[in-house]
């Protein structure tokens, strides 16, 4: 199966800041990546798919880049809602999808 | 308004069966692939399974291949994920999601989620 890694596990921003989030799959996906937020307590909501398609409602300061192995999710400006769990999953080999470990945003 | 409801948080025993559900409305239940997630305690998600409730096609995770069953009940917009032995190492929250119009790689919508603790 086709794992990920994603880095920083945990960033500590404040509101304003500009954050980023990266995302390395073992092998290459093409640009069959995606995006979630969870909130505790919440289930996961698709921010990102198709690596830099913003999923409709999201706010335009997610966007997400990358193809191949290598994925970002930039938050341009930190808002206090954002601060959440975030995870990447690979979606290049259906169904055997699998999700990054997360990374964690909290509050400086 | 799409939505995905899920049954309520159950207590278990290990050794015991259990079958949880995902009812869909909104939308075209036949239509859209659902997808079922695991969360255990304090970690990450992980994907256990899909199924296509049109005709019922069902692929599993390698990892939960034979651990769980996935099914749908078409004329109840309704899709399950069971258990015939559960074990204290199936604790953990349960969610149902639908795959994307777009692709069915990517859930656009999710369940509210089901938390099963099992433990003796």
């Known amino acids: 199966d086709i794992q990920m890694t994603q880095s920083p596990s945990s960033v500590s921003a404040s509101v304003g800041d500009r954050v980023t989030i990266t995302c390395r799959a073992s092998?290459?996906?093409?640009?069959?990546l995606a995006w979630y937020q969870q909130k505790p307590g919440k289930a996961p909501k698709l921010l990102i798919y198709a690596a830099s398609s913003l999923q409709s409602g999201v706010p335009s300061r997610f966007s997400g880049s990358g193809s191949g192995t290598d994925f970002t999710l930039t938050i341009s400006s930190l808002q206090p809602e954002d601060f959440a769990t975030y995870y990447c999953?690979?979606?290049?080999?259906?169904?055997?999808?699998?999700f990054g470990p997360g990374t964690k945003v909290d509050i400086k | 308004e799409v939505q995905l409801v899920q049954s309520g948080a159950e207590v278990k025993k290990p050794g015991e069966s259990l079958k949880i559900s995902c009812k869909g409305s909104?939308?075209?239940?036949?239509?859209?692939?659902i997808g079922w997630v695991r969360q255990m305690p304090g970690k990450g998600l992980e994907w256990m399974g899909i199924i296509y409730p049109g005709d019922s096609d069902t692929r599993y995770s390698p990892s939960f291949q034979g651990q769980v069953t996935i099914s749908a009940d078409k004329s109840i917009s309704t899709a399950y994920l069971q258990w015939s032995s559960l074990k204290a190492s199936d604790t953990a929250m349960y969610y149902c999601?639908?795959?994307?119009?777009?692709?069915?790689?990517?859930?656009?919508?999710w369940g509210q989620g089901t938390l099963v603790t099992v433990s003796s």
């Open positions: 999601a639908r795959q994307s119009p777009y692709s069915s790689s990517y859930s656009d919508y």
């Open positions: 909104g939308y075209s239940f036949t239509s859209y692939w």
């Open positions: 092998q290459g996906i093409s640009s069959w």
């Open positions: 999953q690979q979606a290049n080999s259906f169904p055997r999808f699998t």
